[in-house]
Structure formats: C-alpha cells, structure tokens
C-alpha cells in the first residue's frame, strides 16, 4: 500500500529562524494535504496542494508540491513560539475523489527555543 | 473551537465493559471518519462513511464497531477491547466530492485508556 514518509522526525530550532519539513510518497499522489497539530490537540487542516509544481504561500509558510507529484515540503520562515506542533503531511492512498481516507506521514515535531 | 465535537473527552473501562463514543456535525459534511492515534505517532485510518454508508474499513479488529445513524452522527462502539487500545480516537468529516479529496475536519478526540 502507499506509504508517506517525512524527516525530520524531530527539529529543534531557535526561535527566528527557519524550519523545512519534507514528505515523500512511494507512489503518485492525487493531492497532499497538510496538517498541524498542537500539543494536546487535534490536527487541524493547513493546506492542500493539487497540481504539479504547485508552490503555495500563507504569511510566513511556504508550501510546495513536486513536479512529479510524489514529493512536498513545507518551509516555515522566522519561527515563532506559536508555530511548535507536530506537522503532518497526508495523502489518500486510493485515486482521489470522493471520500477517502488520509495516510498520514509520522509527522515532523518542531520544538522552539526561546 | 471545532466543529466537529466528540463525546466523551476521556474514557476509562475495563476490558468486558462496552462503551461507544460519539461524533457530530452540523457542517453538512457526507463523508465522515475513524482515527486511532497513538502518543507521538500520525493518526491512523480505521473506518470511512460517505453518505452513511461504510465504504472503508482498513482490516480493524470486530471489537470496534462503527454506526452512522444519519448524516450528522458517527458512533463507534467499543467490546472487549484490549490495553493495546488505549489511545486517542479522532473522529473527522468532510465535503463529498467526487473529482477531488477535500479537507478533513477532526474533532478534540475522545482520550481512551483500557485497564
């Protein structure tokens, strides 16, 4: 079946400066999914990327999809306190459309210091 | 606060106790899903509904037990279930549309710890 892998597990940064999470599918993705959830949370929807080479931006979160659509990262500029969580990237393992369920990556952990 | 809202938050049983948990929401979402997350680790599938049909069921264990009594509500009823069980169970909904998968909404979870 599909899997989704993503690195780093966990990432510790300082705050202000930049953190990239990256998530690889063995196999075609109709489209990708990001999520984050917070200590204690539930996760809660980022953003989707649909097309090829798709870049899409949300204040200070860049999130970009491959070319051939198997890879993605996401890419947080200047970290904030606000921005620790787990950060999960998820695809559908079936063709896409409808209703189906996400496969989640293990998620990458992101720890600030103040 | 979310939309999607579960009940109980917490629950504690015992191994021959049964239990359901509960999932609603009002969005007018159709397709409407199972998650078992463990600590640290990415939720995982168990059941799928659209349009209050079960449509996916990835090979869990006949202890678990989904219902989808109408379009808002997702039940998922408990029996004989084993430590291994514990953890945070999260119910999610989403739009159906048939040319792309849409976005989930996931509830707070219902925390679940087997003596």
């Known amino acids: 079946g599909q899997q989704v892998m993503q690195i780093p597990q966990y990432q510790h940064v300082q705050e202000g400066e930049d953190f990239t999470t990256y998530c690889n599918s063995s196999t075609t993705l109709s489209n990708i999914q990001w999520y984050k959830q917070r200590p204690g949370g539930h996760p809660v929807f980022l953003i989707q990327l649909v097309k090829s080479g798709e870049v899409k931006k949300q204040k200070r979160l860049t999130f970009q999809f491959g070319e051939a659509k198997k890879n993605s990262s996401l890419h947080i500029t200047a970290t904030q306190t606000t921005d620790v969580g787990t950060y999960f990237c998820a695809g559908t393992p079936y063709s896409g459309g409808g209703a189906d369920g996400l496969t989640f990556g293990k998620g990458t952990h992101l720890i600030i210091q103040p | 606060d979310t939309e999607v809202t579960q009940t109980p938050k917490h629950l504690v049983m015992g191994m021959t106790n049964k239990k359901s948990l509960k999932c609603e929401q009002h969005?007018?979402?159709?397709?409407m899903y199972w998650y078992k997350q463990k600590a640290k680790k990415p939720p995982e599938l168990m059941f799928v509904?659209?349009?209050?049909?079960?449509?996916i069921n990835e090979s869990v264990p006949s202890r678990f037990s989904p219902e989808c009594p109408n379009s808002s509500l997702l039940n998922l009823h408990l029996h004989a279930l084993q430590p291994e069980d514990s953890a945070l169970y999260l119910c999610?909904?989403?739009?159906?549309?048939?040319?792309?998968?849409?976005?989930?909404?996931f509830g707070d979870g219902t925390r679940l710890s087997i003596l």
């Open positions: 999610a909904s989403s739009l159906y549309r048939t040319t792309l998968d849409q976005p989930q909404h």
């Open positions: 509904y659209s349009y209050e049909k079960l449509s």
């Open positions: 969005m007018g979402h159709r397709a």
